[in-house]
T-cell receptor, first 117, second 112 residues
Framework: DTAVSQTPKYLVTQMGNDKSIKCEQN?????MYWYKQDSKKFLKIMFS???????INETVPNRFSPKSPDKAHLNLHINSLELGDSAVYFC????????????????FGPGTRLLVL | AQTVTQSQPEMSVQEAETVTLSCTYD???????LFWYKQPPSRQMILVIR??????QNATENRFSVNFQKAAKSFSLKISDSQLGDAAMYFC?????????FGPGTRLSVLP
């Protein structure tokens, strides 16, 4: 009964390939996020979805495309993988709605370590 | 733009002692939230403590407490009676709505 789950935990692939990372939350939250944590442990938000609608889209290459089939899922698809995409990707969720309270706690998945060779 | 700074890349503490991790932030908002997250070697991001900016009282969770100075935009974390299991990266974070900004992290080592 994991709150926020991600698959796979590890992903090793060749440059140029296309891959997806899946995220699911069973907390009933309205908002989901994708973060990238680089080798220096710096954590940066990539996307935020509220009720299947894109809210935050930070400056990331358009090779990265989030997809939210329903509010419990937010998948991350990456096209034409590059060496610099190697990182740990975290999914997170929070209860907040757009017009709701400020700064709801975010609950994180276990992370997906992506290694591009 | 909001920024969060953690000026101590690494800290160490003797087991059973107390350590304080620093965090400062910059924002023009008045109603926001602050968090400390812990990331042990397992990589899992674990919420340690949360502070609402409109509350003057400092948040406390067992051995973890914060010193929130709103005017100074400072939010330090104090860990009392440090345990080996406290060894981890600690991230300070600022949040308003869906905007979450993390600091660069402080790596805490606990010495036996």
């Amino acid at each position: 009964d994991t709150a926020v789950s991600q698959t796979p935990k590890y992903l090793v692939t060749q440059m140029g390939n296309d891959k997806s990372i899946k995220c699911e939350q069973n907390l009933g939250h309205d908002t989901m996020y994708w973060y990238k944590q680089d080798s220096k442990k710096f954590l940066k938000i990539m996307f935020s979805y509220n009720n299947k609608e894109l809210i935050i889209n930070e400056t990331v290459p358009n090779r990265f495309s989030p997809k939210s089939p329903d509010k419990a899922h937010l998948n991350l698809h990456i096209n034409s993988l590059e060496l610099g995409d190697s990182a740990v990707y975290f999914c997170a969720s929070s209860q907040s709605r757009i017009s709701g309270r400020a700064g709801e706690t975010q609950y994180f998945g276990p992370g997906t370590r992506l290694l591009v060779l | 733009a909001q920024t969060v700074t953690q000026s101590q890349p690494e800290m160490s503490v003797q087991e059973a002692e107390t350590v304080t991790l620093s965090c400062t932030y910059d924002t023009s908002e008045s109603d926001y939230y602050l968090f400390w997250y812990k990331q042990p070697p397992s990589r899992q991001m674990i919420l340690v403590i949360r502070q609402e900016a409109y509350k003057q009282q400092n948040a406390t969770e067992n051995r973890f407490s914060v010193n929130f100075q709103k005017a100074a935009k400072s939010f330090s974390l104090k860990i009392s009676d440090s345990q080996l299991g406290d060894a981890a990266m600690y991230f300070c974070a600022w949040a308003y709505g869906q905007n979450f900004v993390f600091g660069p992290g402080t790596r805490l080592s606990v010495l036996p």
